[in-house]
């Protein structure tokens, strides 16, 4: 460890290294992120096109719309209102439907995976297995069910009913396109990417937590159930609000299983805010609606830091509790000390 | 008076239940294990059907493997649409750059918040903190526009550069830098004569290698992956990626070969497949110390 004085000779001299090392990365990062930020929101106070027509309205990217475009897609009613509060709901239901399934398994998993009295040779492999999907390019995924449940000519539907399926039904129950097979599919295919990783973070949890609670709830005798949920339960709930935030940030931008889903072209019922975004911000150009497109990214943002900011308080919260603990216990031995009594174990 | 319940007399009971409990565990991650692996499996059984045998759903692959890798390098429906090697270049060459400058910005970033001392050295870490979470879906707009002003719409800069600033990945390496590298080792390089930077790249680099492999290998599969930024940006045939062409291939799926539209999408996976199956290990570790939600 440094003394005070070692640290201050320190900063004299080599201070300047400091700047000069994270410079690339501040630099990079106001013009890459923290500019297009702004002209983000400057631009969701100004008007939507950039063509002829919206010129001619006056609704052009130069014209000021002040919060015109809030307005439009929060409050007025119309398509675009519709299309904005689509999105969001749809980003919710699927966020839902694929995040209480996936952090029971993975609860499920992690605590199997962590029970030392249950032998289990191959634990490895069944993780690397079950974290695979992760990485699997998205648009393959996307491309793959398109293949398998997608248009008429799908493979499964040809099997099932011996023919193509508009021979049947074009609205049948089952069909990618509908509203609730869709948003189905795209909940699978979600949990089916995230509860390996989900896992693997309970997991890093579970083993943090000190092995002789375990023990003495064994020699307590415990049954599996019981120690579940009196011990590691309470004990991995911060992991598991930083696991649900974390993951509703996540959900905010879902984009590429519900855009490829349908070969690139978005069912309405599993249009996300991602895809509302993108929709808007690079349609053709008479679709095109950069004003609303800068609008609702603003509300996202806004979404997200709230998100984040609870994430730090989850976070904070643990260390801060830890750090008064510390202190006290430290003023205790102090005073102990001062005493002159006892002596430290 | 009950019969007394020992550990002897119980231990045969105990030892069942472990059993049983054992038997329905493995089934459960056996039966989990086959989930994780049909969609892939899939995608390598349809790349082997040709397009007549595609309209059936089929489990055991078929022998037109080779035959659509064929179709899609040489049928002008598809050159036009699917370039595997073009793209198989343009993905890696995108991919493999922005993890190389992640992890050495990351690392040089991290470096520089860990072992100097100055006076914006807290609200420089507190930055990276709060914007960690930003996604990038929300700067779209502006990053379309800007992109669109400095004229590098379909360049590969708008891909690569920002890499240098990965605020996720200075904080998982400023904090494995905390936990697991010496300061007094630059001490020691410093009374040797080493300059800063030369102490940074001979001495540091070396010592940070699992950690940057680590970061690295998320670099490369989490931008090999990125159709959204992809999109944004690249327009032209010559620059398309991978994803972007199994995007192509799929919105005119119906009118042209299956088998071969199948196979594009198996192929366009291979590369992240690779790297995975050989690296897992360090994968797993690296979720496991949490640096890498995204």
Redo the contacts between chains.
């Keep these: 460890m440094?003394t005070a004085a070692q640290?201050r000779i320190?900063?004299v001299s080599?201070?300047?290294?400091?700047?000069?090392?994270?410079l690339?990365?501040?630099i990079?990062?106001f013009l890459?992120?923290v500019?297009?930020?702004?002209?983000?929101?400057?631009?969701?106070l100004y008007g939507n096109g950039a063509d002829k027509d919206s010129i001619k309205l006056g609704i052009s990217i130069q014209h000021y719309m002040g919060f015109q475009n809030f307005r439009d897609i929060l409050f007025k009613d119309g398509r675009n209102t519709a299309d904005f509060f689509a999105s969001i709901k749809n980003t919710l239901i699927i966020w839902g439907g694929n995040f209480l399934p996936q952090i029971s398994l993975s609860l499920l998993?992690a605590v199997?995976f962590t029970d030392l009295?249950?032998?289990?040779p191959g634990k490895?492999f069944?993780?690397?297995?079950?974290?695979?999907?992760n990485?699997?390019?998205?648009?393959?995924?996307?491309?793959?069910f398109?293949?398998?449940l997608?248009?008429?000519?799908s493979?499964?539907w040809?099997?099932i009913f011996h023919g193509p399926k508009s021979n049947f039904d074009q609205n049948l129950l089952l069909g990618l396109t509908s509203v609730w097979p869709a948003r189905l599919i795209v909940m699978f295919i979600q949990i089916?990417m995230w509860f390996?990783?989900t896992m693997?973070?309970l997991?890093?949890g579970i083993q943090g937590i000190n092995e002789s609670l375990f023990e003495a709830a064994e020699i307590d005798g415990a049954n599996a159930h019981q120690t579940f949920w009196r011990i590691t339960f309470p004990l991995l709930k911060t992991i598991m609000v930083y696991t649900l935030l974390?993951s509703m940030?996540?959900g905010?931008?879902m984009?590429?299983i519900p855009y490829?889903l349908n070969?690139?072209?978005i069912i309405p019922s599993i249009k996300t805010v991602?895809c509302f975004?993108?929709e808007k911000?690079?349609g053709t150009k008479a679709a095109k609606a950069?004003g609303w497109?800068?609008a609702a990214?603003?509300i996202?943002?806004f979404i997200?830091a709230i998100?984040?900011a609870l994430?730090?308080y989850v976070q904070r919260d643990k260390d801060a509790i830890e750090k008064k603990r510390k202190r006290k216990e430290a003023m205790k031995e102090a005073k102990r000390r001062a005493r002159g009594g006892g002596f430290s174990i | 008076m009950s019969r007394r319940v020992t550990y002897e007399t119980d231990k045969g009971g105990y030892q069942t239940k472990l059993l049983i409990k054992s038997i329905l565990i493995y089934i459960v991650l056996v039966l989990l294990t086959i989930v994780c692996l049909a969609p892939l499996w899939l995608m390598f059984v349809q790349a082997s059907l040709s397009n007549k045998e595609s309209s059936h759903f089929h489990i055991l692959p078929s022998t037109h493997f080779f035959e659509n890798f064929k179709t899609l390098l040489n049928d002008p429906n598809y050159t036009s649409l699917y370039k595997p090697w073009r793209g198989l270049f343009n993905s890696f060459f995108v991919a493999a750059s922005c993890a190389a400058l992640v992890v050495f910005f990351a690392g040089l970033t991290a470096y520089g918040l860990v072992v100097y001392d100055f006076k914006l050295k807290g609200p420089a870490f507190v930055f990276i903190i709060a914007v960690m979470m930003i996604p990038t879906q929300v700067t779209t707009v502006g990053f379309l526009s800007m992109i669109a002003k400095f004229k590098l719409v379909d360049s590969f800069i708008p891909l690569i550069v920002p890499s240098i600033a990965p605020p996720a990945i200075v904080f998982f390496m400023r904090q494995y830098m905390l936990s697991s590298f010496p300061l007094d080792i630059i001490e020691a390089a410093r009374i040797d004569g080493s300059n800063e930077f030369r102490t940074f790249l001979t001495i540091s680099i070396p010592m940070m290698k699992p950690a940057f492999a680590v970061q690295a290998i998320f670099a490369f599969i989490q931008k090999w992956n990125d159709y959204y930024t992809q999109n944004l940006v690249l327009v032209s045939s010559k620059k398309w990626t991978l994803p972007m062409m199994v995007r192509n291939v799929s919105a005119v799926r119906n009118s042209i070969d299956h088998g071969a539209v199948n196979f594009a999408i198996f192929f366009s996976i291979i590369p992240v497949a690779l790297v995975y199956i050989f690296l897992s290990k360090f994968i797993i570790g690296g979720v496991a110390a949490g640096g890498v939600k995204e």
């Design positions: 440094a640290r320190k900063s080599y201070a300047k290294y400091g700047y000069i090392f994270i690339p990365f501040f990079v990062y890459f992120m500019y297009p930020l702004f002209e983000t929101f400057r631009m969701s998993l199997w009295n249950v032998k289990m490895g069944f993780k690397v297995v079950m974290y695979m999907p990485i699997i390019t998205a648009t393959s995924v996307a491309g793959l398109y293949t398998l997608g248009a008429d000519t493979s499964v040809y099997t089916w390996g990783n693997i973070m997991m890093s974390t940030i996540g905010l931008q984009f590429d490829m070969g690139g072209t991602a975004i993108y911000a690079t950069y497109a800068g990214s603003v996202m943002f997200t998100l984040g994430v730090f």
